[in-house]
Nanobody, 126 residues
Framework: QVQLVQSGGGVVQAGGSLRLSCTGFGRTFNPDAVGWFRQAPGKEREFVAAVSWIAGRTYYADPIRGRFTISRETATNTVYLQMDSLRPADTAVYYC???????????????????WGQGIQVTVSS
């Protein structure tokens, strides 16, 4: 069994930065991809970014493109989401997710992912 553990959330002023981490624990951690999603109060969960595990190819949603950077460190089974130029609209619970089954789904689709982190709050004040 694999467990995803997140860290790094918190409260920051608009224009500030935060870095989220997501580490996979378990006997084997070799996903096809790891993604970040977020859910703001009263809204559906939405795709933020993803990275393919072997090639390191990155994917971004339009609202955060140019402000957020996703990266992975295979030696420690960790994926990072560096968030810069944060806005109040970025306030949400952020989730990481891993596609370990590799069924070839779209990286931006929740159904592609079979393991999820616990979620972590990010609050951006104006």
């Amino acid at each position: 069994q694999v467990q995803l553990v997140q860290s790094g959330g918190g409260v920051v002023q608009a224009g500030g930065s935060l870095r989220l981490s997501c580490t996979g624990f378990g006997r084997t951690f070799n996903p096809d991809a790891v993604g970040w999603f977020r859910q703001a109060p009263g809204k559906e969960r939405e795709f933020v970014a993803a990275v393919s595990w072997i090639a390191g190819r990155t994917y971004y949603a339009d609202p955060i493109r140019g402000r957020f950077t996703i990266s992975r460190e295979t030696a420690t089974n960790t994926v990072y989401l560096q968030m810069d130029s944060l806005r109040p609209a970025d306030t949400a619970v952020y989730y990481c997710a891993a596609d370990r089954l590799g069924r070839g789904g779209l990286v931006g689709s929740e159904s592609t992912y079979d393991h999820w982190g616990q979620g972590i709050q990010v609050t951006v004040s104006s």
